[in-house]
């Protein structure tokens, strides 16, 4: 009785793959989140050196740690029905605390770093015991008591760094947040009862899908929020305007090739997938790196637009020029999972990129922005080109096409 009653939570075949109202609110929190990870890699533009290196890490830890609450939330309503109220509560709560940590990351090397650990824990260790208890005797519930029991593992780590001095918050936090990310890759094995991996669960795949583009749109619009607010926050000039329309035709490009067939197919994909959690997890993956590079390329539409002619600085050829390579490696490897293939187009624009890097070290910003547009631009025609006049192609995976039959029962 007991089993059937947790077994309420599940979601059905039946049920719809569209993300819910309520996800798309909870998503407004990292909205708020991305803007300030953006704001922190933005502050480093006059860094070089050491500084530079230590300041990405910081934040690139602080939106690692954002970004496992993101997806885990998003594989809990890939798994479990989000019409189900105490689905809804923990989706609620979950957004206050992303909001919390949102608030404190641009001090949470500093004062803050209390707040920060402190909600990011409530989500990881409280979270899954919540989902557990509802479950009830039901044989998922073994796996959020997994993941309590990693997390509270990684619980001392991140606490330490918290409340200790501020010089081993780094390496603490960063041994910390290695548990976490490395629990999820084993599937969170715990003695005599072995793991569960996550390629393994069984979830709405279009859920996940299109759970993933939305958050390449968010990332996207927070690009364009950068755009806007900047330049209507500076004295107006031609140079700088110019900087404005390159930086939105670079943002309608990374929308443009991201979309074209892979991105665009990508519910189809895990529908069609056998093991959709093993495809997700690839995707999830990839996902994690696009949003990382849209947000990378957003600080660099900042620095072009204060400075679109000024005197050129190879750090900022991180953002700039950096941004955008990265999101080609990303698209390259969707390509990939959802058709088996390696894209040419993308390979030729991301070798172009790299070919011409140490001669935009040379240029100034305005310069550099304007031929990453013209190679993205290069890239958009190459695909068009490509598929003028053919039909949408059919996803062939070569990830989780295997049937499902040796799942255990508790996946």
């Known amino acids: 009785m007991a089993a059937r009653r947790g077994a309420e939570l599940l979601r059905p075949p039946t049920s719809s793959g569209r993300a819910t109202f309520l996800e798309l609110f909870f998503d407004l929190a990292f909205v708020v989140a991305l803007t300030r990870v953006s704001q922190r890699f933005a502050d480093l533009s006059n860094d070089t050196g050491w500084a530079l290196v230590a300041g990405f890490g910081r934040t690139l830890l602080l939106f690692l740690a954002l970004w496992l609450i993101w997806s885990h939330t998003t594989w809990i309503t890939s798994r479990y029905e989000p019409e189900r109220s105490i689905i809804q509560a923990v989706v609620v709560g979950t957004m206050f605390a992303s909001l919390v940590m949102a608030v404190a990351l641009p001090r949470a090397f500093e004062e803050r770093a209390l707040p920060f650990v402190a909600a990011y824990l409530m989500v990881m260790v409280v979270r899954p015991l919540v989902i557990a208890a509802a479950l009830r005797g039901h ?48 599937g969170w094995p715990l003695p005599r009862l072995g793991a569960s991996a996550v390629a393994r669960w069984r979830i709405a795949g279009t859920h996940l899908a299109d759970r993933h583009q939305q958050m390449f749109l968010i990332a996207l619009g927070e690009s364009i929020l950068v755009i806007g607010t900047v330049f209507s926050g500076t004295d107006y000039s031609a140079e700088r305007a110019a900087a404005f329309g390159v930086a939105f035709a670079t943002s309608a490009l990374l929308w443009r090739i991201y979309f074209h067939r892979a991105g665009l197919l990508l519910n189809e ?6 093991m959709p959690g ?125 049937a499902p039959a040796d799942r255990d029962s508790e996946a």
């Open 139 to 186: 044989p998922r519930r073994l796996v959020p008591f997994r993941l309590a029991a990693w997390a509270a593992a990684s619980t001392p780590l991140w606490l330490a760094g918290a409340l200790g001095p501020d010089r081993l918050r780094l390496p603490l936090w960063s041994a910390a947040l290695a548990v976490d990310y490395l629990a999820w890759g084993l």
């Open 269 to 274: 994909a895990l529908g069609r997938a056998g």
């Open 278 to 402: 093993r495809l997700g997890t690839a995707s999830e993956r990839t996902h994690l790196l696009i949003v990382l590079s849209v947000l990378v390329t957003a600080v660099g539409y900042e620095l072009v637009i204060h400075h679109p002619f000024g005197p050129p600085r190879p750090s900022w050829l991180l953002f700039v020029v950096g941004g955008p390579v990265l999101f080609l490696v990303a698209r390259v490897r969707l390509e990939y999972e959802i058709f088996g293939r390696i894209s040419r187009s993308r390979m030729i624009g991301l070798v172009a990129l790299l070919l011409l890097t140490w001669a935009l070290a040379r240029w100034a910003p305005m310069v550099a922005l304007s031929v990453v547009a013209g190679v993205l631009a290069l890239v958009a025609l190459l695909d068009a080109l490509r598929s003028r006049g053919r039909p949408l192609e059919v996803p062939a995976s070569p990830i989780g096409r295997e």
